[in-house]
């Protein structure tokens, strides 16, 4: 059996596979008994897909799914709740609407939102693969505007029923003709051009630029100074107290368009995941279950002291990584919990005070010889640089004195230290042709979890 990258095989005690045959499809499920006291709950990323195999049948696998939920039996077993392929495509799968797509072509499109699903044939399909210019258009909530604006190549202006791309979002997707949907509330449209390869790209990419027209928009709506001065030349900029209080945002929906066809072709993408975000119902045992674990954390809260403040931003800044839609603001998002996490971790010194003393002294010495601009600068920033560790070094430091075993693994180092730390930083250096792995980051938001477990046990302790 695996699970994610962790290979079970004396940890399994049992396996039951049930299939159920309905009208046009069949359903699999599973359950998985393990055995608690050969598990390592730590290696078991019960977030990653599952598949089981018979090492004496042909074919060896027997099941494909995801874990839907776990429970503990006679307290020395773990029973996970699997359920088949079809749900791991639902959670996965974004919703679409198509308008002049060929059958197949739909397909494609579905079935390469799915992670971990081989798309080899789909992608030996006789498909449009060059590079060319999209329309990407998104409803604007809370906002109007008489006349077209542009804003960085965005052009932001009122709703047209009477124009192409609004005829084609009211007939062909019936949904947006509701008065209730997104489209039909909002009373203005941010409208770009991207060059991309498929509708979806071209879909992630267009929301991107308007949302960086909004960053622009609410900040001049907020910029509330009488005046400013700039090249011996003063403005006076307008203030609004209403415009100012404006919540002005994105709707979650994308009409895209490929204008290099000769005739109309588009698609409506969801950037909700049509059944991956459902309404989440606490029972009355969950919140039994789930007192223990408040009560830990409610007394980190309630210390009010640095590292409590550090620890209660981790978990802000992870919670906005699993909200984002973009990969590289998720990346940046993550990076800053793993700070948070581990700011308060000194690290191991280089030299001890008394040398770092010296060696600074010296370099002072030695740039006044030289001539340097300024020697004291440059005496400071060393001083710096060899006597605060590195973000790796505090890291190292959080796993060796963590009393819980973390069982952090060697993809889990690599992925984030090597790939993502990569990514991070060609992020903030401007770099543009990023590839971010979304199995990446969902690497490091399972290790941020466990760290933040330890780190709120942790606490538990010190207070004892």
Request: proline share 3%.
């Amino acid at each position: 059996m695996r699970v994610g990258d962790t290979i079970l095989k004396d940890e399994v005690l049992d396996v039951l596979i049930m299939k159920t045959r309905l009208p046009h499809t069949r359903e699999t499920a599973a359950k998985v008994v393990l055995l608690l006291e050969r598990t390592d709950p730590s290696k078991v990323n019960v977030h990653w897909p599952v598949t089981v195999e018979d090492a004496k049948s042909t074919p060896s696998r027997i099941f494909s799914g995801v874990v839907v939920e776990t429970c503990l039996i006679d307290n020395d077993k773990v029973v996970l709740e699997c359920e088949g392929g079809e749900r791991h495509l639902k959670e996965r799968t974004i919703s679409y609407g198509f308008h002049n797509f060929p059958a197949q072509e739909m397909a494609f499109y579905l079935v390469r939102q799915v992670p971990q699903l081989h798309v080899g044939n789909l992608e030996r399909l006789n498909l449009n693969k060059k590079r060319r210019n999209f329309k990407v258009i998104l409803p604007i909530l809370s906002f109007e505007v008489p006349v077209t604006m542009s804003v960085m190549n965005v052009q932001i202006h009122a709703t047209d029923p009477s124009s192409e791309d609004e005829t084609t979002i009211s007939t062909q997707f019936s949904k947006l003709a509701d008065a209730n949907s997104v489209w039909g509330r909002s009373k203005a449209r941010a409208e770009v051009l991207v060059e991309a390869t498929y509708f979806d790209e071209a879909a992630i990419a267009g929301r991107k630029l308007v949302t960086n027209a909004l960053d622009w928009l609410l900040y001049v709506l907020r910029l509330s100074v009488l005046g400013i001065k700039y090249n011996t030349i003063s403005t006076v900029l307008p203030w609004n107290r209403d415009h100012s209080h404006g919540t002005i945002s994105a709707a979650e929906e994308a009409y895209v368009r490929d204008v290099s066809e000769p005739h109309m072709k588009a698609c409506l993408y969801d950037f909700e995941i049509s059944v991956g975000k459902p309404l989440v119902k606490f029972s009355k045992d969950d919140i039994t279950t789930y007192s223990p674990v408040k009560d830990l954390f409610e007394s980190v809260y309630s210390k009010h002291t640095d590292e409590s403040r550090r620890f209660w931003s981790a978990l802000h800044w992870l919670r906005r990584a699993r909200e984002s839609i973009d990969d590289r603001d998720k990346l940046l998002d993550l990076w800053i919990a793993l700070e948070f996490l581990v700011s308060g971790e000194t690290g191991q010194r280089l030299f001890p005070s008394d040398v770092s003393e010296s060696l600074t002294e010296l370099l002072r010495d030695k740039a006044i010889e030289l001539g340097c601009k300024d020697p004291e600068a440059t005496r400071r920033r060393f001083k710096d640089a060899i006597s605060q560790p590195t973000l790796r070094e505090r890291f190292d430091a959080f796993v060796t004195n963590a009393s819980i075993q973390m069982g952090i693994t060697s993809r889990e180092r690599e992925t984030v230290w090597e790939t993502l730390r990569k990514a991070r930083n060609y992020l903030e250096h401007g770099r543009e042709d990023v590839v971010i792995s979304s199995e990446d980051l969902d690497v490091m938001d399972q290790m941020l979890n466990r760290m933040i477990w330890i780190t709120v046990n942790e606490f538990a302790k010190s207070s004892e």
